[in-house]
């Protein structure tokens, strides 16, 4: 029986660290942490990848900062050799 003590409490110590994480991250980033709660509100549950909210960043970036749309036609359009007209 004690090992199962033992495990219990370390799941405890665990989620308790999780908690305190979570906790800390909240009040670091309190907009990040606003616009997560309103996202769960309307989606359910979601995992956040990446977020910066001043000079406090968390995740890992994203390799673009944005979608080049153009570009992405074009390497769409020679991956499927589609030939589009230009527009005029």
Same mark, same amino acid.
């Given at each position: 029986? %004690?090992?199962?003590?033992?495990?219990?409490?370390?799941? +405890? &110590?665990?989620? !308790? &660290?999780?908690?305190? @994480? $979570?906790?800390?991250? $909240?009040e670091s980033?309190? #907009?990040?942490?606003?616009? /997560?709660? !309103?996202f769960r509100?309307?989606? #359910?549950?979601?995992? /956040? +990848?990446?977020?910066?909210?001043?000079? %406090? !960043?968390?995740?890992?970036?994203?390799?673009?900062?944005?979608?080049? /749309?153009? @570009?992405?036609?074009?390497?769409?359009? @020679?991956?499927?050799?589609?030939? +589009? !007209? %230009? +527009?005029?």
């Amino acid at each position: 029986m %004690k090992t199962m003590t033992t495990a219990l409490d370390l799941v +405890r &110590a665990d989620l !308790e &660290a999780i908690e305190k @994480r $979570r906790q800390r991250m $909240r009040e670091s980033m309190p #907009g990040t942490a606003a616009i /997560v709660d !309103e996202f769960r509100k309307a989606f #359910g549950e979601v995992k /956040v +990848r990446q977020a910066k909210e001043g000079d %406090k !960043e968390v995740g890992k970036p994203q390799p673009f900062d944005g979608i080049d /749309v153009d @570009r992405l036609i074009r390497y769409y359009d @020679r991956r499927t050799n589609v030939i +589009r !007209e %230009k +527009r005029k």
